[in-house]
Structure formats: structure tokens, C-alpha cells
């Protein structure tokens, strides 16, 4: 089991700040750092002081930090185009010396598309472009030779598929989700990693089951992993604040996250893992709180 620190910066945070929680999170001795990618905050609050780029922020991390993974989770297929994107990663996974990993999904928050004039189509048009992105930057990362692609929404021609990514034949892909019937079989035939974000541990081994089917019928194995919100406190007066400081009732939490002292959420992280996961994302909401951070690299990380 590994871990692995999970950021939403698009609820308030600058690139200094997540700089702070990425170079934390390898001194710690977490497994990787990851972060939403987003162009507007979620709900209600001080919009302040805007969200960062997702890419260009893990090109500036891959040369500040030298051993832990980086990656979105997820980049929406459509804020991108898929040769750009490719691109992107590409380069980001050269910068970082193979240290990249691209999730990817079909983009769901229509406020932050009106915002920045991102089209934002119907969600049947979403799952078939993201499909065909998901083609072509896989396409692009292992083609040997000059790659085309003819789809029903991108056309590529004669692309030199360049430049190639360090990891070949290129960074693993995660895709994420719920769905019954779409996601097991995206997730089957181009993820190297299936994710389930914020569900009930019923619910995960669920979702877990439909991509194992998926994946067996298509002679593939992928990595399970599961997202949760974390909240860890040596007392319960310290609960109480990291709680009050992400806007959340400690007792919901301890229900839907991974909330509670030390040993409670190595209880419930041992439970993720009895059902398949192989990394846990734990998603901190309070990016000025190190000691947070350390509190779980120091009482939870050694027993995982």
C-alpha cells in the first residue's frame, strides 16, 4: 500500500503553497503528490487567489523535487487538446526524469467551462472525446513512426510524435469514476490505473469488481486505488480544528473520510487495502497546515 498526498488548489492556494506541501510531501516520504486540475473553486468561498494551471504547476514541481511521483487527478479531456496534452506530459515526465502520471477524465464542472470559455458538450459528446483522447495521447507516447488518427471529433495526420515521454511506452494513465457500464471499460482498455474517488468502502469494492471484470475479459491487469478526504488529529480537540478549518463535521467525516487519531485511519486505510487498493489518495484540504502532514508521515505512513 502506498501513499499518496492529494490537493485540490483551486479552493485557495498559490504555487508557493503547493511547492510547501510537494516538498513536504518527498521529505515525509510519501509516494507521490497530485493535485486537482481546475480553473475555478468548488462552492461557496472567497474565490481568492485563483486557481493554478495543473501542468504548467508539475513542471515547475518535476525541478523542485527529485523522488516522488507526480500527476493530476484528473485533467478533464476538455480543457485539451489531445496532441497538446500529450505534448505536455511528455515533456513534464522528461523534466521530472520519469516521474509522471496523467489522470484523465471527461471534464464534469460546467461553471468553470463558462468562465474561461471552454466548450462544454453534452456528456455523451464528452465520453467520446475523452475515449479518442485517450487513444491519441497513447497513440503519440509509443508511435515509432509517423502516427495518424481519423475519430469522429480529432483528426491527426502524420504526426512526428514527438517529444516521447521517459517512461515507454509512456507515463501510466489513471481514470477514475463510478459509472457502470463506460468507465470499466475505458478504464479496461486504456488505464494503467483504476481510481475511485470519495465512495463508501461498499461502494469501492463494487466499482472495484466491475473494473476486475472488465479488465480480466480484456487480458489486462490494472492498479486499484481509492481517493478520500483526511483528517487526522492526535486528540480529539485537534480533530475538532482540522475539521472546523475545512468546513466539515467531524462526525460526517469520520463516516464518508478518512477521519480520526492515528490508529483509526490505519484501521480503515488496512480496510481499503483488504478490498484490492494498492494506493490510497488523501486528499488535504488544508495546504498551510504541515504539521498535518507530518503528524501522518510520522504515526500512519510507518504502519501502512
Known amino acids: 500500500m502506498k501513499l499518496r498526498i492529494f490537493t485540490e488548489p483551486q479552493q485557495g492556494a498559490t504555487y508557493d503553497d503547493l511547492l510547501a506541501v510537494a516538498q513536504a510531501t518527498e521529505r515525509l516520504g510519501f509516494d507521490a503528490f497530485f493535485r ?28 523542485e523535487t527529485s523522488r516522488i511521483r507526480l500527476g493530476t487527478l484528473v485533467s478533464p479531456a476538455t480543457f485539451r487538446l489531445p496532441g497538446p496534452l500529450a ?10 526524469g520519469g516521474r509522471v502520471e496523467l489522470g484523465l477524465g471527461t471534464g464534469w464542472f460546467d461553471q468553470e467551462h463558462a468562465a474561461y470559455g471552454i466548450p462544454f458538450p453534452p456528456l455523451g459528446e464528452r465520453y467520446g472525446r475523452f475515449e479518442e483522447q485517450l487513444e491519441i495521447i497513447k497513440g503519440l507516447w509509443a508511435a515509432e513512426k509517423p502516427y495518424s488518427f481519423e475519430g469522429r471529433y480529432y483528426r491527426v495526420v502524420d504526426s512526428p ?22 468507465t470499466p471499460r475505458l478504464a ?25 471484470q472488465a479488465a480480466e475479459t480484456a487480458g489486462r491487469t490494472l492498479a486499484l486505488s481509492a481517493a478520500q478526504t483526511v483528517c487526522v488529529g492526535s486528540d480529539q480537540a485537534e480533530l475538532e480544528r482540522r475539521a472546523a478549518a475545512i468546513g466539515q463535521d467531524l462526525g460526517a467525516l469520520r463516516q464518508s473520510g478518512l477521519a480520526g487519531t492515528p490508529a483509526e485511519v490505519v484501521e480503515k486505510i488496512g480496510r481499503f487495502g483488504e478490498l484490492g487498493a494498492e494506493r490510497v489518495y488523501l486528499q488535504v484540504m488544508d495546504l498551510s497546515d504541515l504539521e498535518h502532514l507530518e503528524l501522518i508521515a510520522a504515526e500512519v505512513l510507518p504502519q501502512i
Open 87 to 96: 505534448i505536455s506530459v511528455a515533456q513534464v515526465d522528461q523534466m521530472s
Open 161 to 182: 510524435a514527438l517529444p516521447k515521454p521517459v517512461q515507454r511506452p509512456g507515463p501510466p494513465v489513471i481514470i477514475g469514476g463510478f459509472g457502470a457500464k463506460r
Open 188 to 212: 479496461a482498455t486504456y488505464a494503467d490505473e483504476y481510481n475511485v474517488p470519495f465512495h463508501t468502502e461498499s461502494d469501492t469494492a463494487e466499482a472495484f469488481g466491475r473494473v476486475r
Open 36 to 63: 486537482s486540475d481546475h480553473y475555478q473553486r468548488i462552492g461557496p468561498g472567497d474565490p481568492g487567489p485563483g486557481s493554478t494551471d495543473a501542468w504548467v504547476t508539475l513542471g515547475a514541481l518535476a525541478r
